[in-house]
Every structure is written in C-alpha cells, then in structure tokens.
C-alpha cells in the first residue's frame, strides 16, 4: 500500500522560524507582502498562506539576503513619526538625522513665521518633519536631482496639511544655493549634505552599496559640500539666524573650524544617542 505525502501550508509563523535575517527584518518584510499590521503576525501566525504571498516574500527575502536596504525593498521608512517614501533615488532617513530636526525646532521657538531652508532635501525627511511640527513655518527644500525632487514632492503632498498656514514646501531644484531667489532670507538652515569620504570603506559596505553615491560622498575629503554650505551661509542667513550640518563621526572640529573662520557665533556641536558628534552649527551675528 503507498500513502500519499501531503504538505503542510506555510503559514506566517512558519516563514518567520525559516527566515535567514534578522527577526525584525523578516516581520518588515512579511507585513509589507501581506498588508498586515505588526500585530497580526501573532493573532494570524498559523493561518495558511497561498503561494502568490508565499514566493513574493521569498523573492524580498533573498534580494534582503543579497544586501538591499529594508527600507527600499518595502518603499517605506519611518522618520521623526512620519512615514516618508523611499527610492534608489533618495537617502534613506536615518534616525541620528532625527537630531538635526530637534535642534533646528528648538532654535525657531520664539519665533513667528519663521524661515526654514533645508539643502539637499533628499526624500524631503527634514523640510517635512520641519514643516509637520512647525505649521507656520515657510520652508523651502533644495535638491540638485530631478529624481530625488519629485519623491520629496510626493511626499510633502501627502504627510502635509494643504492648508498649513506655513503653505506648502517649496521645493526647487538646485546645487545648494544656486537657483535660490538671491533676495530671500532664512532664519535657520539646516543640511545633511555627503559628507563620507571618496575612499572611505563603508561606501562598498550594507545599505550604502543600493543608495545614490551622489548623496552619500563629495568624492573629496568629504567636507567640500559643507566648505560650500558655510561659505554661502552668511548671505542667505537673517541677522541672527542660524546654520546646522550633519557631518561625519570624526568631523566635528572641522566643521566648528570653518564655522569660526566665516564668523559665525556660539559654535558647537551636539551628540547623538550613541554619545557621537553628529551635528554642528552656529549663529550669525546679529
């Protein structure tokens, strides 16, 4: 007598105790195929899966395996609360990036109306988590690439209140403060410009590989974009304003250097939650 060998259906719980990555990737992973909230790969982890679900997740597993950022597989990353789209075009936000918001808030506190300019915007992560939390406030977002423009339009568009009384992100292309209208003045600019350098290791190594070098290194030292967002400062800054950059873990000092050098005041950096120096800035004389 032979009997036939039945299989057994995937289920959710199953695919996870499988996964070759990291548990949390593989709940990313598997809640973005089947349109799940977190919560449900735990009230559904023995349901049966059809193929279709079961191979597309397998398909984003083995691209994960390979190298490809969590973040562009899903299209999604989650930044300062919000919930921003992401491209090969664009950086992916990054948490630390979350600081540069915090400071730049806290220095447009007693001010009305105030005037946000955000270089090299990227998917629009700081000019939009900016604008979210600061609806009066008229931001304009630069970015030299086409690409990386139109996925910060999308996403202004969709995580803003049309009718913040700030109006809407003006969004531009430019290399820093080229097509910038020359009469225009800023209270706070803040940028998260490619600081890593052209040699530097980390650029073949994790998520770096998938996103735009263009973003990520000036193919320098990786201090010249931040030698051209200083220089330009002094004549788009308000009397007072201030200038905020992300840079490199051991660029600190530099950066306070050039600061110094273009006469800006009350110089310093802060310190992200891994105890780095991640962002540095100062104040124009008023």
Not at 109 to 129: F, K, M, Q, Y
Not at 230 to 239: E, M, V, Y
Not at 248 to 272: H, P
């Amino acid at each position: 007598m032979t009997s036939a060998t039945s299989t057994a259906p995937t289920t959710p719980a199953a695919l996870l105790r499988a996964s070759p990555l990291p548990p949390p990737e593989a709940r990313i992973l598997l809640t973005h195929v089947l349109g799940w909230r977190p919560t449900q790969l735990i009230t559904r982890s023995d349901e049966p899966l059809g193929a279709e679900l079961v191979e597309r997740y397998r398909a984003l597993e083995a691209r994960r395996a390979a190298g490809e950022p969590v973040a562009q597989l899903v299209g999604a990353r989650e930044f300062f609360g919000l919930d921003f789209e992401v491209t090969p075009h664009v950086l992916i936000p990054r948490p630390e990036t979350e600081l540069l918001v915090e400071t730049a808030l806290a220095a447009l506190e007693n001010l009305s109306r105030p005037r946000v300019l955000d270089l090299g915007t990227g998917t629009g992560a700081i000019a939009v988590a900016i604008a979210s939390m600061r609806p009066d406030a008229q931001v304009w977002a630069l970015d030299h690439s086409a690409e990386a423009l139109a996925v910060a339009t999308r996403n202004a568009a969709r995580l803003l209140d049309a009718k913040r009384p700030g109006g809407a992100v003006a969004l531009t292309q430019s290399d820093w403060y080229d097509s910038l209208d020359a009469a225009l003045r800023f209270d706070v600019i803040v940028s998260n410009p490619p600081y890593i350098a052209s040699g530097d290791p980390h650029l073949a190594q994790g998520d770096l590989r998938f996103e735009p070098r263009g973003a990520l290194t000036d193919e320098a030292d990786g201090l010249s974009a931040i030698r051209a967002i200083i220089a330009g400062a002094p004549t788009r800054l308000a009397a007072g304003g201030v200038l905020w950059i992300e840079h490199g873990y051991d660029q600190a000092e530099a950066v306070r250097k050039l600061l110094t050098a273009r006469g800006f005041t009350q110089v310093r950096s802060e310190r992200d939650l891994a105890g780095i120096e991640r962002i540095s800035g100062g104040r124009l004389a008023g």
